[in-house]
């Protein structure tokens, strides 16, 4: 059975079982604080358990892209060790709000693995929650129960809180579960240790397959359990488990899921999978992150040097590194295997297909880069080994710095220890990496205490596209802490406050009553609920206020967005309808707008873009909003919908003109409104990606006036002429003239310079010493230097300036010094550094630093001349 036809049965039995089959969410998640990588398939779902949106159905089957890389759950470093793990793997679920429970979750669970997949009833064994005393949970009869009524009581086991029961997260929905596992051994293994002995024992041929989560708890923020509304069912069967078991392996990466792109690296490197221990790891490392990768790429998320895009540049450069290491693969490779994994998963994940132009091309340019990244780091190693020739192990500090600063792996740096018979400081590595993780937690941290609830309102409705003032009540509020400090986080029955989402910022404003004035100081969303932030609490919660948004602020940012629309509409006519929204910011202050293009606009298509958005401002095109449209009809009627973004069954569509989007943000009611569209910048943002900044309205129309006041004043500095371009031009050709002379001039300066310090050595016991101070700039010393070296046996030479007032210190030593004496510049440089407050290094023969205190250099040069 291939692993297409494994995910069609398990969707064609539960649609069987009148469940709604829907498509897989987004692999990054945006309106969730507590999670950065959807992590389990319950998590696009999360809010129907709380309680805070109703389900198009109550049955729901679907196959979940997830991610495992960061949090609690975290996969990564297990990954390619071991022959189960993933960081990206598919979760097959259904679903229950509310409908059925553990009956008909236990019954379907062993219907479809016995009878559908035929997987023999003597290999699997099944775990039941024995109860918490310290949570105040019981066992779990009821599932004992049915299970008895299928499998042997023996094969039934009972496992611990850490086993079963489920939580997301620190907080938020959770129960007890029932775990089915697996024994795929051999009839001699079995008859040699039960299987029931190898549950949950991380055995890789007795293994976990799908687990049955009864859904009836809400953890809070005190760890206390709430019941929650209604009891339902979340059930997960790893995709890439299953179809070992029913394909008779015993490794996952042996399975059709992963065995076409292994083949493929086996051809691109030329090694064998199967016949090394170590080679096979990186075989397993590679195939399996660049699925995570690509997946992540096609919804949104580009790499980064930070939050969700720095874990996916991380990953992406594990499998790098494993390559180079292990396959000795030194050039871009990982790009090459895209065409097989949109073969394997394009039918059933069709962003595969759409975006694979934009993943190739980002893959290999960060390819490209790390492996540059790496030599780099290579030549910075050899040059600290060689420059401390006297050290028996490397210092933790280094080590990190070129792995947090260069991306340089320590495994790497390890590696090349042990070859020149050198050992890393490991404590003061993972000191230095402890620290690290410090600094990142505190700079992410977010706590907040629980919900304290004053009207049970749970649904809130946004009424901000009519009004910007309205009475609102409090239905809840929350204390909330982060790196900036304390605030509040309150909720209304409704609101005029946008909720930053979709690139746009969220609104600010106030509320007030007859007691008191209240700053809203953002609004976000949070799973289905828009939260206002304040950094007081209200002292008279009870009580109704007026709730009124910053109406200036709205009218700049509504501009900013509906300029987006037409940015994007006149991208596609003018480079092509490949073009794509990426990503965007929308504030008041000004617009980015991040789209798929591989190449440099030239000034000719900009200048097409910015006029077409000016036109359609001048159009006077008026607002069309439809905002509860079927999403089909949506698109049937041309909305552009974005991958990696979740639509609900219901859209709201966005209209000027041809521009038509699906869009949840707030717009001027006439593109006349948006006044005049500037542009400020067009740039690269990532590969395959550009970026345009602009700025619209008021904003725009005070740039231009600074600009035309810069012009006069430069048409002032220039007398007015007739033709100001020819002005500047001669001024241009009149500077090149006069650099070419001082050049000249500096280049014969240099020559005098270097006649003079060649008459004015020293020698010192078989050593030619030469310490002198002067106000050439770092170049031209080096140019001095360089030929001195050949023309001077023995040459130490050290050199002082004082150039536009900063100090510097060049030394240069003759290779014959280097190897005789043991003479080393760069720890010189360093050490004469610490005369003018510096530091500085470089090789064993040339070597500079810089520094701040100029009164120094003399001392600096006095000192040198005792080190020969």
């Keep these: 059975m291939t692993s297409k036809e494994i995910r069609k049965q398990f969707l064609n039995f539960f649609e069987s079982k009148q469940h709604l089959i829907v498509p897989s969410a987004p692999i990054v998640l ?33 196959t979940q892209k997830c991610l495992r890389v960061s949090g609690k759950h975290n996969d990564l470093d297990d990954v390619g060790k071991d022959t189960y793990h993933h960081t990206m793997f598919e979760m097959l679920g259904n679903w229950s709000f509310g409908d059925y429970f553990k009956k008909e979750a236990i019954d379907w ?45 023996e094969r039934i086991l009972f496992g611990n809180k850490k086993d079963n029961f489920w939580e997301m997260g620190e907080t938020g929905p959770c129960g007890p579960c029932s775990e089915i596992h697996v024994d795929i051994r051999s009839a001699e293994e079995k008859a040699l240790v039960p299987g029931r002995d190898l549950v949950n024992q991380d055995h890789p041929q007795v293994i976990e397959v799908w687990n049955l989560v009864f859904m009836q708890y809400l953890r809070k923020a005190d760890g206390s359990l709430e019941i929650l509304p209604s009891k339902s069912i979340d059930t997960g069967m790893g995709f890439e488990r299953l179809a070992m078991v029913l394909q008779g392996k015993t490794s996952n990466y042996d399975t059709d899921v992963f065995r076409p ?70 050039e871009a490779f990982i790009y090459k295997l895209i065409p097989t994994l949109k073969a394997q998963m394009g039918e059933f994940f069709p962003e595969l297909e759409k975006q694979s132009q934009l993943i190739t091309d980002v893959i290999k340019e960060e390819e490209t880069n790390f492996l540059r990244t790496i030599d780099q780091g290579l030549v910075r190693l050899d040059n600290f080994i060689q420059n401390n020739s006297n050290l028996k192990e490397i210092p933790g500090d280094v080590v990190f710095e070129l792995y947090d600063t260069y991306g340089f792996p320590a495994d790497l740096s390890r590696i090349i220890a042990e070859e020149k018979e050198l050992t890393i400081d490991e404590k003061g590595f993972e000191s230095e990496m402890e620290k690290q ?17 004053l009207l049970d309102d749970a649904v809130e409705e946004f009424i901000g596209y009519d009004y910007l003032e309205s009475d609102v009540k409090v239905t809840r509020y929350r204390q909330v802490e982060n790196k900036t400090g304390t605030f509040y986080q309150l909720v209304f029955q409704a609101t005029p406050f946008y909720a930053e989402s979709g690139g746009q910022v969220g609104d600010t404003g106030f509320i007030e009553n007859q007691f008191e004035k209240v700053e809203i100081i953002n609004t976000k969303k949070e799973n289905n609920l828009i939260v206002h932030f304040t950094k007081e609490l209200p002292k008279y919660l009870e009580l109704p206020f007026h709730a009124v948004v910053d109406k200036e602020r709205r009218n700049h940012i509504m501009r900013n967005h509906t300029a987006t629309h037409l940015l994007h509409e006149a991208l596609r006519d003018v480079l092509g309808t490949h073009v794509e929204q990426k990503g965007s910011y929308v504030g008041p202050d000004y617009l ?97 990606i550009r970026r345009i900044e602009a700025t619209t309205g008021l904003a725009a129309i005070e740039e231009l006036k600074d600009t035309f006041n810069q012009y006069n004043q430069i048409l002032a500095e220039l007398k007015n002429p007739a033709d100001p371009i020819d002005a500047v031009q001669k ?103 610490k005369e003018i407050q510096g530091g500085g290094g470089g090789q064993a023969f040339f070597a500079t630093a810089g520094g701040k205190d100029v009164s120094g250099l003399d001392r600096a040069l006095e000192k040198a001349k005792s080190l020969t």
């Design 592 to 688: 980015r707008f991040d789209f798929s293009h591989f190449n440099k606009m030239s000034e000719d298509e900009l200048k097409q873009v910015i006029k077409q958005v000016n036109t359609r401002i001048a159009e006077r095109i008026p607002l069309e909003e439809k905002r509860s449209v079927p999403f089909k009809k949506a698109l049937e009627e041309g909305a552009m919908a974005l991958f990696g973004e979740k639509y609900g069954d219901v859209v709201r569509m966005i209209k000027f003109g041809n521009s038509i989007e699906l869009c949840g943000g707030t717009h001027v009611q006439n593109t006349a409104d948006v006044i005049m569209f500037k542009l400020q910048s067009e740039s690269s943002s990532a590969a395959g």
């Design 437 to 453: 993780k410090q600094r990142s937690k505190s700079a992410t941290s977010f706590s907040a205490s629980d919900w304290t609830i």
């Design 261 to 330: 792109l292994i083949d493929d690296l086996e051809r691109i490197s030329g090694k064998k999978y199967g016949v090394d221990f170590t080679s096979d790891v990186a075989f397993r490392v590679v195939v399996d992150h660049l699925r995570a990768v690509s997946f992540v790429i096609a919804d949104g998320q580009l790499p980064s040097n930070s939050g969700a895009g720095y874990v996916i540049r991380r990953i992406l450069r594990r499998a790098i590194s494993y390559g180079y290491r292990f396959l000795d693969l030194n």
């Design 109 to 153: 669970a062993w219907e479809l693995l016995t009878e559908v997949y035929k997987i023999p009833k003597e290999n699997l064994y099944v775990t039941v929650f024995e109860g918490d005393e310290k949570d105040g949970t019981a066992q779990d009869e009821e599932a004992l129960e049915l299970w008895k009524k299928h499998i042997a009581e």
């Design 30 to 62: 945006k309106d969730d604080p507590t999670l950065m990588f959807n992590n389990s398939g319950m998590a696009q779902f999360k809010d129907f358990f709380l309680g805070y949106k109703k389900p198009t159905s109550v049955r729901i089957a679907d």
């Design 731 to 833: 001024l241009v050709d009149e500077n090149k003239e006069l650099k070419s002379q001082l050049e000249k001039f500096v280049l014969q300066q240099a020559q005098m310079e270097k006649e003079t310090w060649k008459k004015s050595f020293e020698n010192i016991n078989g050593v030619n010493f030469l310490a002198v101070r002067t106000s050439l700039d770092a170049n031209t010393i080096k140019q001095i230097a360089f030929p001195l070296r050949k023309e001077i046996e023995n040459l130490f030479l050290v050199v002082g300036s004082d150039h536009n007032g900063k100090p510097s210190i060049t030394v240069s030593i003759s290779d014959e010094l280097v190897e005789s004496k043991g003479l080393n510049a760069g720890q010189i440089v360093r050490e004469l550094g």
